[in-house]
């Protein structure tokens, strides 16, 4: 035998639109991923000549860098 809800159940249940259900739900961010940042980083590097400079400063300059691409 199929039991009946409640009628006061039925009424009371949350009611979702379509603007609602077509709302984005992902969390995307303009972290870049630690391989973008290491590629970066080696073309700054390659590009001063692959001489001097500091690999934390190339990968902090590509980090930022990428961040503000977002």
């Known amino acids: 035998m199929i039991s009946q809800a409640?009628?006061?159940?039925?009424?009371s249940a949350p009611v979702r639109t379509k603007?609602?259900?077509?709302?984005?739900?992902?969390?995307v961010s303009n972290t870049p991923t630690i391989e973008q940042i290491a590629n970066l980083a080696y073309a700054i590097?390659?590009?001063?000549?692959?001489q001097g400079g500091s690999p934390e400063e190339d990968w902090?300059?590509?980090?930022?860098?990428l961040r503000v691409r977002g």
């Open 19 to 27: 603007a609602a259900a077509a709302k984005p739900t992902s969390n």
């Open 60 to 65: 902090l300059a590509a980090e930022q860098q």
């Open 6 to 11: 409640e009628p006061s159940a039925i009424l």
């Open 45 to 50: 590097w390659e590009a001063r000549g692959c």
